[in-house]
């Protein structure tokens, strides 16, 4: 499966903009799709998932701000981001995992990524 992510740019303080990640095949029952990002010389940090039983998990720094979305047929999730401040600025990686079976991990996947840069 590939993900492909858009979207992203560059936002002023205040601002919003939306990531769409589209996978190249249905992640299928039991799922998890969702965004983390990585700016420079920090650790990659989730950012919102959303497994297909529509529960979300939303890192503390966005919730309120940012709101995660899923698609019916298991391919695509967005990520609208409201009322940006500079500390967003960094990488958003669409990342992507099909379901546990038993004691066998789901395939993770991740997407190459869209850099947004919200400015002060």
């Known amino acids: 499966v590939q993900l492909q992510a858009s979207g992203g740019g560059l936002a002023q303080a205040g601002g919003s903009l939306r990531l769409s990640c589209r996978a190249s095949d249905s992640m299928g029952d039991g799922s998890i799709m969702g965004w983390y990002r990585q700016a420079p010389g920090k650790q990659r940090e989730m950012v919102a998932i959303m497994p297909d039983d529509g529960s979300v998990n939303y890192a503390d720094s966005v919730k309120g701000r940012f709101t995660i979305s899923r698609d019916n047929a298991k391919t695509a999730v967005d990520l609208q981001m409201n009322n940006l401040n500079p500390e967003d600025t960094a990488n958003y990686l669409c990342?992507?995992?099909?379901?546990?079976?038993?004691?066998?991990?789901?395939?993770?996947?991740w997407g190459k990524g869209t850099q947004v840069t919200v400015s002060s």
């Open positions: 990342y992507a995992k099909s379901r546990d079976w038993g004691m066998i991990r789901g395939m993770e996947f």
